[in-house]
């Protein structure tokens, strides 16, 4: 009989995190589900004795990492799958936000992810390899108004992965930078730190405003099941835009910035190098 499968999944209280790990809980495989507060998966935990145990973990404090890293290898004996997926929003102009909010952000967003794979990488490899699934975002690929630091965060963390992806492959280790699309999650309400507003962009957050709209995303659980997949691929992909309407939008965008490329393609060539 093979041995279930050990996840360690982080922001896993609430949205895409607390999706996965309801997922995989249902494959009757096990979780390690770290966040902030826990309290909220008690209920989870009951529902599914000995194969999910709430870990209370704050991902800013790279220290506070190693040490929940262990303990979840000492729970299970190993690792063989990280969802590194905690996160939060930093909504506004980039002239609106103070150093404290700039900091706390990338904390989270970036320096928190770098400090779950550097903590989960010695203990895949000493079990021969495993999964790490790094959470970015579809917006990745280039800076938006109002979301500047939230894509600047992931975009940090897609380059950060795909060098990490580089030079753990030679240790079984399979890393997958996966940028999702739009779900209904709770990023843009109890995820969000808001920046005071200034008067003098009032004009282009109301664009903006209008330009998100009103419309529903999927519900976060639609998105688990191509995660189960990915994590079981023997040769999966280093990054993956996760959701039909998003692979969409990043192909247009991605061939819009082509394009405008080639509209100054007389002046890059200007220069030798």
Same mark, same amino acid.
């Given at each position: 009989?093979?041995?279930?499968?050990?996840?360690?999944?982080?922001?896993?209280?609430?949205?895409?995190? &607390?999706?996965?790990?309801?997922?995989?809980?249902?494959?009757?495989?096990?979780?390690?589900?770290?966040?902030?507060?826990?309290?909220?998966?008690?209920?989870?935990?009951?529902?599914?004795?000995?194969?999910?145990?709430?870990?209370?973990?704050?991902?800013?404090?790279?220290?506070?990492?190693?040490?929940?890293?262990?303990?979840?290898?000492?729970?299970?004996? &190993?690792?063989?799958?990280?969802?590194?997926?905690?996160?939060?929003?930093?909504?506004?102009?980039?002239?609106?936000?103070?150093?404290?909010?700039?900091?706390?952000?990338?904390?989270?967003?970036?320096?928190?992810?770098?400090?779950?794979?550097?903590?989960?990488?010695?203990?895949?490899?000493?079990?021969?390899?495993?999964?790490?699934?790094?959470?970015?975002?579809?917006?990745?690929?280039?800076?938006?108004?109002?979301?500047?630091?939230?894509?600047?965060?992931?975009?940090?963390?897609?380059?950060?992965?795909?060098?990490?992806?580089?030079?753990?492959?030679?240790?079984?280790?399979?890393?997958?930078?996966?940028?999702?699309?739009?779900?209904?999650?709770?990023?843009?309400?109890?995820?969000?730190?808001?920046?005071?507003?200034?008067?003098?962009?009032?004009?282009?957050?109301?664009?903006?405003?209008?330009?998100?709209?009103?419309?529903?995303?999927?519900?976060?659980?639609?998105?688990?099941?191509?995660?189960?997949?990915?994590?079981?691929?023997?040769?999966?992909?280093?990054?993956?835009?996760?959701?039909?309407?998003?692979?969409?939008?990043?192909?247009?965008?991605?061939?819009?910035?082509?394009?405008?490329?080639?509209?100054?393609?007389?002046?890059?060539?200007?220069?030798?190098?």
């Amino acid at each position: 009989m093979t041995t279930p499968r050990a996840w360690f999944i982080t922001g896993a209280t609430r949205g895409l995190g &607390r999706a996965f790990t309801e997922a995989v809980l249902d494959t009757g495989e096990r979780v390690i589900a770290a966040a902030r507060d826990v309290e909220s998966l008690g209920p989870l935990a009951e529902q599914h004795p000995g194969r999910l145990v709430p870990l209370a973990l704050d991902v800013t404090d790279r220290a506070a990492v190693f040490a929940a890293v262990d303990r979840a290898v000492s729970e299970f004996g &190993r690792l063989d799958v990280v969802v590194n997926n905690a996160g939060g929003m930093l909504y506004g102009m980039v002239e609106e936000a103070t150093e404290s909010q700039v900091r706390a952000h990338l904390d989270l967003n970036f320096f928190g992810a770098v400090w779950v794979a550097q903590a989960v990488v010695p203990h895949l490899r000493a079990g021969g390899g495993g999964r790490l699934l790094q959470v970015t975002s579809m917006g990745s690929g280039g800076g938006m108004a109002t979301v500047g630091f939230y894509g600047a965060g992931k975009a940090a963390l897609d380059s950060v992965s795909e060098a990490l992806a580089m030079e753990v492959e030679q240790f079984g280790i399979k890393v997958t930078v996966v940028q999702m699309g739009g779900y209904d999650t709770s990023l843009f309400t109890t995820g969000t730190t808001m920046t005071d507003p200034l008067p003098q962009y009032q004009d282009l957050r109301t664009e903006m405003t209008a330009m998100w709209g009103d419309a529903t995303s999927p519900a976060a659980s639609t998105a688990a099941p191509a995660m189960l997949e990915l994590a079981s691929l023997p040769d999966p992909p280093r990054r993956l835009i996760l959701g039909s309407q998003s692979f969409d939008q990043v192909h247009e965008m991605n061939r819009a910035r082509e394009d405008y490329y080639r509209t100054w393609e007389h002046l890059s060539r200007m220069a030798p190098g």
